[in-house]
């Protein structure tokens, strides 16, 4: 029965994230916020399985991001009406959470800080995979979308030239979406320490989850109570734990250019250790 009301909720929101008023419709309690190519959709494919979470009307709604010009109403619009998920709760004896997987979050200069303003004590979890193969997974991404023609290599060299000056435009025009910034930040974007530096600071320690990825896919069952810990809900049984959106690639980094990033992350990988703890332990021995 929860399963076709969460279904009839579900649709129901996605008929009318489109509606000029969605007052009446609830806001996420928790967000993934990234990384990208870390694992954020299983993990998203895990939550919308508990009897006590609703899943928006799309995954990825990116509206602390590019979508914020558009309005809370538009974003209401992608989650349950109220009277929908009070119904839900009365028929569970439980509270229920909504929730939202956007992995631009926790790289984009504003997301965060628009959503300490919009959604006070929102949780956030966020999923950390090694930085160079999240690099390399990353290009290959792009490279198989068509939407980079250049050498791993030279994608690498030039994204400081790429990302010059886009932190800033970004900043200044709310309604500026730098293509170079979502899409060319092979690197920067897994400089983790000051994205979770960050997400700690102004969201509050407290009321963020660190997920190491290797981890979450070896044993998905143990992580996932971790995160339902995290969230104050039991484990749920029956969740079927098939890893989703796994890519393959035409080609292994080269040895020398995992070198040079592991040079690159050597001091960013300490900091993290140090916010987020040893289990992140990608380039130990």
């Not at 992995?103 to 965060?112: E, F, K, S, T, V």
């Not at 966020?126 to 160079?132: F, G, K, T």
């Not at 030039?158 to 886009?166: D, I, S, V």
């Not at 400089?191 to 407290?206: K, N, S």
Request: with cysteine.
């Amino acid at each position: 029965m929860w399963q076709r009301t969460k279904d009839i909720i579900r649709n129901a929101g996605h008929r009318a994230k489109v509606a000029v008023s969605s007052h009446d419709r609830v806001l996420p309690d928790f967000i993934i916020v990234g990384a990208q190519k870390a694992g954020t959709t299983s993990l998203h494919h895990y939550l919308q399985q508990h009897p006590l979470i609703l899943a928006p009307s799309s995954k990825e709604v990116h509206y602390f991001d590019y979508g914020y010009p558009k309005g809370e109403n538009w974003y209401r619009g992608h989650f349950a009406r109220a009277s929908e998920k009070l119904e839900l709760e009365n028929q569970l004896g439980a509270a229920v959470l909504t929730f939202e997987a956007s992995p631009y979050y926790m790289y984009h200069p504003l997301a965060i800080e628009r959503m300490a303003a919009d959604l006070p004590g929102v949780r956030v979890i966020a999923m950390l995979r090694n930085p160079i193969d999240r690099t390399f997974s990353h290009y290959w991404h792009e490279k198989k979308k068509g939407q980079d023609d250049l050498s791993l290599e030279d994608a690498i060299a030039q994204e400081p030239q790429r990302l010059a000056g886009e932190v800033e435009k970004i900043r200044n025009d709310p309604n500026y979406q730098s293509w170079n910034h979502q899409h060319f930040s092979y690197v920067d974007r897994s400089r983790y320490a000051p994205q979770i530096e960050r997400l700690q600071t102004v969201l509050g320690a407290e009321n963020v989850c660190v997920i190491k990825s290797e981890a979450f896919f070896a044993d998905p069952e143990t992580e996932m109570e971790r995160v339902f810990g995290f969230l104050e809900l039991e484990a749920a049984h029956g969740i079927d734990y098939a890893a989703q959106n796994v890519g393959g690639y035409d080609d292994r980094i080269p040895e020398n250019v995992r070198a040079r990033l592991m040079q690159t992350f050597a001091e960013d990988y300490v900091r993290l250790r140090e916010l987020a703890g040893p289990r992140f332990d990608w380039f130990e021995d």
